[in-house]
């Protein structure tokens, strides 16, 4: 080839070659640690003691082979002060930079709980796989800045994944709180989404800055039309939920082990 060739041509070919190799690294960015450890002893993982993350920070990676996939699971870990768990969208866009810069990941699955809307079609126990995420608490009413506020994104299309698993499909919202104003719910009807989580598109907006693959996997805890008080509702399913989980996002391993991006 000649040494000034075609430029966008070869960068063409390199994205292609990417696509076609086998995914060799995962990492899940899962919010809360009850969420997580079931996961962490499914995959057999193990806590990483000499961080790759700055020394000091409560994140937490657990990391390990897996059917031929390296897996790492980082959580936001514990909040210094309080001591409850990281959730929301500061920590989740603070651990998933850090964990693009440090692992390089093929894949990123953004897995945890979420409210779902009954009049959308969700129970609990379900788990959706997000076609599209975006905010509900960014209100920035001038033009061009309300778009951004939205921060509507789409996930990574896993056409074959959804056929093979049988998972339910429905946007996702996000927003740092777990009740909801009216405010909110009109963003939410606005978004046309099916369950609301605190993390997924602060982790989508990452993604796509660092341009990752990312996949979303939230199982509902609680109907947030429904007539009971959300933080009891959510405290109530959440393990029986999570249990769920797990046993969702390990059909989604097993389905991605040995197979590449454009085949998901
Ligand atoms: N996670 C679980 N339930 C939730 C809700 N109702 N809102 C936001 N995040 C949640």
Redesign the pocket.
């Known amino acids: 080839a000649p040494p000034h060739g075609d430029k966008s041509a070869e960068v063409k070919e390199e994205s292609a070659a990417v696509d076609n190799r086998p995914i060799s690294t995962i990492v899940f960015i899962i919010a809360m640690q009850t969420e997580a450890l079931p996961l962490v002893n499914k995959f057999q993982l193990t806590e990483d003691v000499d961080s790759v993350f700055p020394k000091g920070v409560p994140w937490v990676r657990f990391y390990g082979n897996y059917k031929g996939l390296a897996i790492n699971i980082v959580c936001p870990g514990k909040d210094p002060a309080l001591g409850v768990d990281g959730v929301g969208t500061v920590s989740a866009s603070l651990v998933t930079y850090a964990s693009v810069q440090a692992l390089k990941p093929d894949l990123i699955i953004n897995a945890?709980?979420?409210?779902g809307f009954g009049s959308k079609g969700a129970s609990i126990g379900d788990v959706f796989l997000s076609s599209e995420v975006a905010f509900h608490d960014r209100r920035i009413p001038i033009p061009v800045f309300d778009i951004y506020g939205v921060g509507s994104r789409k996930a990574f299309a896993t056409p074959n994944l959804l056929k093979e698993l049988n998972l339910k499909v429905g946007k996702l919202s996000t927003?740092d709180?777990?009740d909801?104003s009216p405010m909110d719910e009109a963003s939410i009807v606005a978004n046309d989404a099916t369950v609301?989580?605190?993390e997924g598109a602060a982790v989508a907006y990452v993604a796509d800055l660092l341009k990752v693959p990312v996949i979303f996997l939230k199982a509902v805890?609680?109907i947030?039309d429904g007539d009971k008080p959300?933080p009891e509702e959510?405290l109530e399913n959440l393990a029986a939920v999570t249990a769920a989980l797990d046993q969702t996002a390990t059909q989604v391993v097993d389905f991605i082990s040995g197979k590449c991006l454009l085949e998901l």
């Open positions: 945890g709980t979420a409210g927003g709180s777990l909801m609301k989580d605190m805890t609680d947030v959300t959510f």
